[in-house]
């Protein structure tokens, strides 16, 4: 099969990817520390996708870190695809490297000094922690993070699947956001948009 | 074992029944049709459990109804157990008995006719439809929902795996409630609570 490119696209491709692209969040990530279970990392993905996050962080202290090709198919309908990654090994690295950029870190954890989701401010630059499926979110990162929040539990269960966790906390950034006009206009830069888009042409 | 009853059981574990019966949302139901996986299904109704509802409607038209005793283990940490749950097969007797309860109907789907999730006023009295893992809601359904609603997709990902949806779908409703003051008062009657209380002491 020949490969597409920017001028071999179809107009209805282009306008799709063009679409797509204005409404990615270069300023909201995620990052995700020591999940293990490819079903969880690719649920994560497709959530990430659909709120419009450009980037994704994983973070392996523990587990070892996963090889992306595990994380769903290679179908345009996979999120990985149009999904950049940056893996870390280092939890004050990884953070450090996320404040210089100007995120602000909150983890999802329950604890006591934790705030609800709900009361967080996520059209400032933010970076989302999750956790480990057994273990949340760890005591390093809750200590090293500016903030923990949780999501607020009304019934006898006393926890959600990560993946369950990451879709309802990204979508009150996307309720945020919305609310806000980031998705009327392009947030990313007009290099980064047609750097973007000429790879994209190609996927 | 001894088995408990509201007489036998610890302050604590009194008091922990109570407070999540406080928050129980009877006003707040889901309907879920012809979702087959199992997995889908727990998670779903650990969201539900988490959001407060207290009844689940299972409506199978297609796919052969589930028995429940595949949806999750039976400890005390499973959400089932917390549920009740009616079943149905026939969409339109399903509807009619949640009409003649006062709710309105609104189905999860992706179409013209759908509004934006964070247009519903889940204030009122709700039933919210979640379809099939492949086919969505069914065409007869969303015919006799009283609206249809879509969870905003900005990315190129076009669909949301079912329990996903549910939890983004039930936290939204959450997050109103919450802020109308909906889990501070109690919502159940007190004939319904204290029956409640004196069956939940037993499990």
Redesign the interface.
């Known amino acids: 099969m020949r490969k597409h490119t920017i001028d071999t696209i179809s107009d209805r491709r282009r306008q799709r990817l063009e679409q ?1 692209l204005r ?1 990615r969040q270069p300023n909201l990530t995620i990052v995700v520390e020591n999940v293990w279970d490819p079903h969880n990392v690719s ?1 994560i993905l ?8 450009q980037r994704v962080h994983l973070l392996y202290t523990i587990e070892k870190a996963p090889n992306l090709r595990r994380f769903g198919k290679q179908s ?4 990985k ?2 999904l950049e990654f940056t893996f870390h090994d280092n939890t004050e690295k990884c953070f450090d490297g996320l404040r210089e950029d100007g995120y602000s870190i909150y983890a999802s954890h329950l604890s006591r000094e934790a705030v609800s989701l ?1 009361e967080i401010d996520f059209t400032k630059k933010t970076a989302i922690v999750l956790g480990n499926e057994t273990r949340g979110v760890s005591d390093e990162a809750c200590e090293r993070a500016d903030g923990i929040y949780l ?8 926890s ?2 990560v ?2 966790a990451a ?2 906390s990204l ?2 950034a ?2 945020q956001r ?1 609310e806000a006009g980031f ?1 009327d206009t392009p947030q990313l830069g007009e290099d980064a948009f047609r750097d973007k888009l000429t790879h994209w042409a190609t996927l």
């Open positions: 797509v409404r649920a497709r959530s990430a996708d659909a709120v419009g996050l345009s309908a996979s999120a695809k149009w709900h999501i607020p539990m009304m019934g006898m269960v006393e959600l699947n993946s369950v879709a309802v979508y009150e996307l309720r919305k998705y």
